[in-house]
Structure formats: structure tokens, C-alpha cells
């Protein structure tokens, strides 16, 4: 018995001596109910079989604050396993990392008509920057004294004060193109949310090029979405259409949408990742202007493109069935289990020393 066990370890250790490994025993053992016991069916009601999923696989859970969401370890692990893959993409693709401000000046919407119009009822403002104890009541109140001189704008998304920046970045076709990635939050006040799908808060990545041509932006719009394409069909095992967004579908302030949509078990599209192709429109709210190379100047052409954690209620919804959660290998935090079977403190004592090496 115990020359059998051997072998079963051996075997394990030599084909998944590359794996992420956990080790349960009785003193760190965490047990999860069947969760097929206690999940509805997807065929009875989709929309709350994957609400029930998203709890129970202990990914997620809504927070104290109205449409936001806790993202726990064990699904922020995911997100984290998306973002290297991801981001080693950009790298290759010829991109850097950069951060910009969470708050925007309201001032900066208002350059760029039809960018204003798509998110002004998603935006969240900050008005002051104090609070202050009320000695009639001894509550905490807004310092009405503290009012900001010009209302700032949470994060909805970042082109207007990109564009702000790149006009003090870009003076020649030198200094183009410029190709730049961020990893962020954003905020956008939706009113019917679900977790990881819609929230009032996410994470994503947007990327924010600058190009001397239009067919140089075209063609890194194409790259952007060729790229999300590979990631969702090659590591999330989810096969994506690519297709253009109709023109009241498009992103504010775009010339044309690319997406890729997923096609969901019950029968409904997901979109999965957008690449924008914003011509000059961006360059001429902020006068951003490069001179070329023969001495002429021209306003800049630009993209920009982006994935949330939209793509793990994707991931989840692709995969995962009446039995509870399933995960592609590239994308599984946790990919084997070793359960010791022991007999004794010294065979465990054994067994744990041999599967520490490759935990």
C-alpha cells in the first residue's frame, strides 16, 4: 500500500511539477460545501445561477457601497493571472505602463462635445474637499466652506485628460508615436449591477496611443483588438467574433468601434473587449498638434482600447456549469489538490516533506 501511494505521488510530482499546487491536510484543510447541492440550475435561471456562483466559489461579494463590488482573493487571483497575461501582450506589441489622475477637471469634458454626451450621466463629481464636525448636531458634514473652485470628475474613463498631458509630450513626428498603457480603476454610476459584469466601480486597462498618420491609428486599432482576440480564444478558451459597432453603439467620441462579443450558454452576446478608433478628434479638443517632416503641421491621429474584469463574468459564464465553477488551466489560480493519505504522524510527516518540494 504504502509502495502504491509512492508511485501515485511520483506521478503527480512529475506531471505537475509546473502547476500551482495546494496541500490539505487537517491543519490548514478549508471546507467548501458541494456546491452542487445548493446552486440553481442554469436552465431554471441563468442570471441567478451565476449570481449564486460568483458567492459560493468565494470570487466576489457586494460591498457596503451601492453598486460596488469586493473582489476576494481567490478572484482577484484570477484578474491578477489576466493581467501578466495580458500586459506581457502590450509589452510585446511595443507598449509601456504609465498612470494618470483618478480625477478629472469637468472643464476637460466639455472640449470634446459628443465624449461629454456619452458619459455625463455615469459620472461621479466631487464638490469639496472637507469635512467637518457640525457642533449643533456632532455629526460629520461637508465643509460647505470647502467647495472646489472647479468640480472634478471621478475617473470614467481617461482620454480627455490623456490628451491633456500628450500636448506637452508631442511637439515633432519625433516624438510620435507614443503608445502608452494603463492599469486603473474607473467609476461609471450604473444603476442595475451585477458582479464583475457591471459595477459603479471596476478595474480595467485602457490604452491611449498617438499616431503621425490615420493608417498608423487604424492599424494599431486593428492590433488592439487582434490582440484581445488572441487572449480571450487562446488563454480564456472563449471564442470571440470580432465586428464593428453601430454608429450609436460607438465609444464617445470615436470614429469606429472594433469589438469582440462572446456568445454566452444562454444564448446572449458578451462583449468582451473594444478598440477605438478616434481619428483627430481627441487632438483637436486639446490642440495637440506635431510638426512632420516636411516642416507642416497636422493635428495627431489616436486610439485607444480596453479590457475590464468584465472578462472573468466571461470566463465564468463560459465555462462553468451546474456543478459550480470551471476554470481554463492558463487561467486557475489553484490547478491541483494534493489530499495526503497517511497513517500516522510519521508518514504524514513524510508525505509533507516530499510535497512542500513542489509546492
Not at 456562483?53 to 473582489?71: F, H, P, T, W, Y
Not at 454626451?117 to 458634514?141: M, P
Not at 467620441?253 to 444564448?267: F, V
Request: proline share 3%.
Amino acid at each position: 500500500m504504502n509502495l502504491l501511494f509512492c508511485y501515485i505521488l511520483l506521478f503527480i510530482i512529475y506531471f505537475c511539477s509546473s502547476c500551482d499546487i495546494k496541500i490539505f491536510n487537517k491543519n490548514n484543510a478549508k471546507i467548501i460545501p458541494y456546491m452542487a447541492k445548493n446552486l440553481t440550475k442554469r436552465q431554471e435561471n441563468y442570471s441567478q445561477w451565476y449570481n449564486e456562483l460568483v458567492v459560493k466559489a468565494d470570487l466576489a461579494e457586494n460591498s457596503a457601497v451601492r453598486g460596488c463590488m469586493v473582489i476576494k482573493p481567490y478572484g482577484y487571483s484570477i484578474w491578477e493571472k489576466m493581467q501578466a497575461a495580458i500586459d506581457k501582450m502590450f509589452k510585446d506589441t511595443g507598449h509601456s505602463n504609465a498612470y494618470f489622475p483618478l480625477f478629472i477637471p469637468k472643464s476637460f469634458f466639455s472640449k470634446e462635445a459628443s465624449h461629454v454626451d456619452g458619459f455625463a450621466k455615469e459620472c461621479a463629481v466631487v464638490t469639496h474637499y472637507r469635512l467637518k464636525n457640525d457642533e449643533k448636531t456632532n455629526k460629520i458634514i461637508v465643509d460647505p466652506d470647502a467647495k472646489l473652485e472647479e468640480e472634478l470628475i471621478v475617473r470614467p474613463t481617461s482620454e480627455t485628460i490623456i490628451w491633456n498631458t500628450y500636448k506637452n509630450w508631442i511637439q515633432s513626428y519625433r516624438d510620435l508615436p507614443i503608445l502608452v498603457n494603463q492599469w486603473a480603476n474607473v467609476v461609471r454610476w450604473e444603476m442595475r449591477t451585477r458582479l464583475f459584469l457591471r459595477t459603479a466601480e471596476f478595474l480595467w486597462q485602457e490604452g491611449h496611443t498617438a499616431h503621425a498618420t490615420r493608417q498608423e491609428a487604424i492599424e494599431e486599432t486593428e492590433q488592439m483588438i487582434n490582440v484581445y482576440t488572441d487572449f480571450a480564444e487562446n488563454w480564456m478558451g472563449v471564442p470571440v467574433i470580432q465586428g464593428f459597432k453601430s454608429e450609436n453603439e460607438r465609444f464617445a467620441g470615436a470614429l469606429e468601434t472594433y469589438a469582440i462579443e462572446a456568445l454566452m450558454q444562454d444564448g446572449k452576446a458578451l462583449q468582451a473587449g473594444t478598440s477605438h478608433f478616434l481619428g483627430q478628434n481627441f487632438a483637436k479638443a486639446f490642440d495637440v498638434k506635431f510638426t512632420d517632416q516636411n516642416g507642416k503641421q497636422d493635428f495627431v491621429w489616436a486610439t485607444s482600447w480596453g479590457v475590464s474584469t468584465r472578462l472573468i463574468g466571461a470566463l465564468i459564464m463560459a465555462h462553468s456549469d451546474d456543478n459550480g465553477l470551471v476554470l481554463p488551466p492558463k487561467l486557475a489560480p489553484i490547478q491541483v489538490v494534493i489530499v495526503p493519505i497517511y497513517k500516522g504522524q510519521d508518514q504524514l510527516d513524510k508525505l509533507n516533506e516530499k510535497a512542500n518540494i513542489i509546492k
